[in-house]
């Protein structure tokens, strides 16, 4: 029986993850994991010329050798891309004894946690994910996902933010004043007021929304 998986965020800033393998898969995934701060160490006899590059420049640790059981529970985030299917299964063998989240790639079974196909613009992230059954799917659901929220999403996602720090700050106390705060902002063309206003003129309109 296929898994169902629970969307949800982790904040892994500063945790830290093994990456088991040192192919182009595993340096996908620490690419990744790179854009949250992850604490990262890679585990693999041969690696790719980049993944050397990262650990060259302490970005990541890099200890080339084989997997040594049970090592993996001693992280708190856990990928496996051996292209050793025993390796896979001792890792994440070891992980789940050690109630620490793994990830075997591209192998749902052995996931309890996936990846999803994401499409991000600063603080904003949309996901979308087929439960690890039709990866296909999802990842051309976020091409159409980079369709729809083109890169004026950045602006917009970080004004987002800042606005709701003034209403929290500056607003009006009642939960439906707030709500019709919030409202003109998401009411308001953004396209027009990102191409034709400073973010000075920007800033003093989101304070007239208040």
Aim: charged share 30%.
């Amino acid at each position: 029986m296929a898994n169902k998986y629970l969307p949800i965020g982790l904040a892994v800033a500063n945790q830290k993850c093994l990456v088991v393998g040192g192919g182009k898969i595993a340096l996908r995934k620490i690419d990744n994991l790179l854009d949250y701060d992850t604490d990262i160490t890679v585990i693999a006899p041969e690696t790719e010329d980049k993944i050397g590059y990262y650990a060259e420049r302490g970005r990541i640790k890099l200890e080339k050798r084989p997997y040594q059981p049970p090592e993996a529970g001693q992280y708190n985030l856990v990928i496996s891309a051996s292209d050793d299917k025993a390796v896979n299964q001792q890792v994440y063998d070891d992980a789940v004894a050690a109630g620490v989240p793994v990830n075997v790639v591209d192998n749902p079974p052995l996931c309890t946690f996936i990846f999803p196909a994401v499409t991000k613009r600063n603080c904003l992230t949309v996901a979308v994910s087929t439960d690890g059954q039709a990866p296909f799917l999802a990842g051309y659901l976020r091409m159409v996902l980079d369709d729809i929220f083109p890169e004026r999403w950045r602006r917009i996602a970080d004004y987002a933010a800042r606005f709701r720090d003034l209403v929290r700050e500056e607003g009006p106390k009642g939960s439906e004043q707030k709500t019709a705060c919030l409202q003109k902002f998401l009411a308001a063309d953004w396209k027009t007021m990102l191409k034709k206003q400073s973010e000075e003129e920007i800033e003093a309109e989101m304070r007239s929304w208040l």
